[in-house]
């Protein structure tokens, strides 16, 4: 499987963006697919995951009421709505998928994209 993030850039406080992230490869429906931040000096910090094959969804308390993940089986592609954004959601937001189920922890995670980057300005 292989990942490619995009949708990065700079925003404003309050500001919105979403991230997406396209799969090749085959993404069975036991897969979850996670989106992970890492802020410079920081550890990478769990945002999101969502089961592929029932849409389960699952968030880090930090984002909870702000961010949306979502997929879309068709173009095998996951999204990240990020709305009211703050200036400590800055970060490079990576895309990741599990194999085995959903952990909130990267290390349990196979395959990562490259990542893109968000800033936003206060």
């Known amino acids: 499987v292989q990942l490619q993030a995009s949708g990065g850039g700079l925003v404003q406080a309050g500001g919105s963006l979403r991230l997406s992230c396209a799969a090749s490869g085959r993404i069975f429906s036991s897969y979850v697919m996670g989106w992970f931040r890492q802020a410079p000096g920081k550890e990478r910090e769990f945002v999101a995951a969502i089961r592929w094959g029932v849409g389960n969804t699952y968030y880090g308390d930090s984002v909870k009421g702000r961010f949306t993940i979502s997929r879309d089986n068709a173009k095998n592609t996951v999204y990240l709505q990020m709305n009211s954004l703050k200036p400590e959601d800055t970060a490079v937001y990576y895309c990741?998928?599990?194999?085995?189920?959903?952990?909130?922890?990267?290390?349990?995670?196979?395959?990562w994209g490259q990542g893109t980057k968000v800033t936003v300005s206060s």
């Open positions: 990741a998928v599990d194999r085995n189920g959903l952990s909130s922890w990267y290390r349990t995670y196979d395959y």
